[in-house]
């Protein structure tokens, strides 16, 4: 098994070779992008007639979500859209750094060539990108999300566990979905390529705990940033389009 390297391209939503894994990539896209609304009610049927699949693989696919916590479940009742709150956000936020600092760590000390190349690659892509969609500078840009998520994946890449890189994608999903409900928060500023520069340069040097404080300081920025949105007393619903709640 080879380590030390990740696939540039490769934007963490795996194959969509069957009916069911297709539903799932939809549906987890829309879970996290924000478009359904929190603790809404899935019925079978409405995801059936949305999605355009059997009730069948539409199972399979809340099945699989429901195990990746996107979603909950309620015996004899179906399923349920995972609420959000304060206590939640910082236990995730906890959690992930704990987590990533040990696979930081791990994939300094085992660095390869390969790894420094695609770190300084990975960075220079996400420098390029514009954070905000070009259609609504209200909303994330798809593109920046990829790229944002494959720096991430290619800093701890390297640290010899694959288990704990997709404990830290799992991680990675949940604290997507509250920072969709901050991408306008405007109370906090900040200038997020020189925080993912100070991470790189650090990593790149070799300097471990210099990594982890630029990493650790990174994510509790976002989270003090989805704070604001619970102070502010807006209990933040993930938004949801019209015609979304017609699955209650």
């Not at 409405?46 to 693989?57: F, H, I, L, R």
């Not at 340069?201 to 990174?218: F, K, P, R, S, Y």
Request: glycine share 8%; aromatic share 6%; hydrophobic share 40%.
């Amino acid at each position: 098994m080879t380590y030390g390297a990740a696939n540039l391209n490769d934007d963490g939503t795996g194959a969509k070779s069957t009916l069911a894994s297709t539903v799932y990539h939809q549906l987890r896209d829309d879970l996290l992008g924000g478009a359904l609304e929190a603790e809404s009610k899935l019925r079978v049927e409405w995801v059936v007639s949305k999605y355009g699949a059997g009730a069948s693989p539409v199972r399979e696919a809340l099945n699989r979500l429901a195990s990746e916590g996107l979603l909950g479940r309620h015996d004899q009742r179906g399923f349920f859209i995972m609420p959000v709150s304060a206590a939640e956000l910082e236990e995730l936020t906890r959690t992930r750094c704990w987590l990533e600092e040990r696979a930081l760590r791990e994939s300094i000390a085992h660095r390869t060539a390969e790894w420094e190349e695609q770190l300084v690659l990975a960075l220079h892509r996400l420098g390029r990108a514009s954070r905000l969609s070009p259609q609504s500078t209200s909303s994330l840009n798809p593109d920046w999300e990829k790229l944002h998520r494959t720096f991430h994946r290619v800093l701890i890449s390297a640290c010899r566990s694959h288990w704990l890189v997709g404990f830290c994608d799992q991680l990675s999903d949940h604290a997507y979905r509250y920072r969709q409900m901050a991408n306008d928060g405007e109370s906090i500023q900040r200038d997020d390529f020189a925080e993912h520069r100070l991470i790189a340069e650090n990593a790149l040097d070799g300097n471990a705990d210099g990594a982890v404080q630029a990493l650790i300081a990174h994510y509790e920025l976002t989270a003090a940033m989805c704070m604001e949105r619970f102070k502010q007393g807006e209990a933040p619903q993930v938004a949801a389009g019209p015609g979304q709640r017609a699955h209650r």
